[in-house]
């Protein structure tokens, strides 16, 4: 099995060092997910450019993380998974939404589950979603920006649920009490 390397700021190729700046800067650490993203500098600046851009759509923080938490759940992904939940709780979204966004069950709020359900298809559909769909999501209070808002929003989360798949992304010591494995026997 082919070994990836967790770099650090030091270690880090030289391109990846000053994103490594402006992650340490948000978070006050680098993540392992961004650490084993160095090895390709290229990957570290599209993903952090994406994560950027999603956190200044006009979709609120807990709709993005709805988006964010579909979309983990529906690629499988233990490491954003567990590194969303705890985001969504210091960010206080409900912990009913919380809790059914990891089970894959419906959420307590209409709208948020109109935005849940319109992110499943985007993500199993890998974008094929019916026009009564759309149209299902913009009466529920969306908008058509917010529609494209999810498919960049998505995009982010491919980049770092594929990496984490890949090289295996140990989980921060931040995420502990969050761990993930999705759910047997859902028909979500």
Avoid at 130 to 138: L, N, R, S, T
Avoid at 168 to 176: C, E, G, I, S, V
Wanted: with cysteine.
């Amino acid at each position: 099995m082919t070994q990836f390397t967790a770099y650090t700021t030091d270690t880090a190729p030289e391109a990846a060092r000053p994103i490594f700046e402006g992650v340490k800067g948000a978070f006050g650490f680098v993540p392992n997910l961004q650490s084993y993203m160095a090895e390709s500098p290229e990957l570290l600046a599209g993903y952090t450019a994406l994560w950027d851009l999603f956190s200044k759509t006009t979709l609120t923080a807990h709709e993005q993380q709805v988006v964010y938490l579909t979309s983990n759940y529906e690629n499988e992904c233990r490491y954003c998974m567990a590194g969303h939940t705890t985001l969504a709780k210091m960010q206080k979204m409900e912990a009913a939404v919380i809790e059914a966004l990891r089970a894959g069950k419906s959420l307590p709020d209409a709208k948020l589950e109109a935005l849940h359900h319109f992110t499943t298809l985007v993500v199993r559909n890998r974008g094929q979603v019916a026009d009564a769909d759309v149209d299902a999501f913009i009466n529920a209070g969306f908008t058509r920006r917010n529609v494209l808002e999810v498919v960049l929003g998505v995009a982010t989360k491919v980049m770092s649920n594929y990496t984490n798949h890949i090289v295996h992304t140990p989980l921060d010591d931040f995420m502990k009490g969050n761990e993930w494995t999705k759910p047997t026997g859902n028909a979500s």
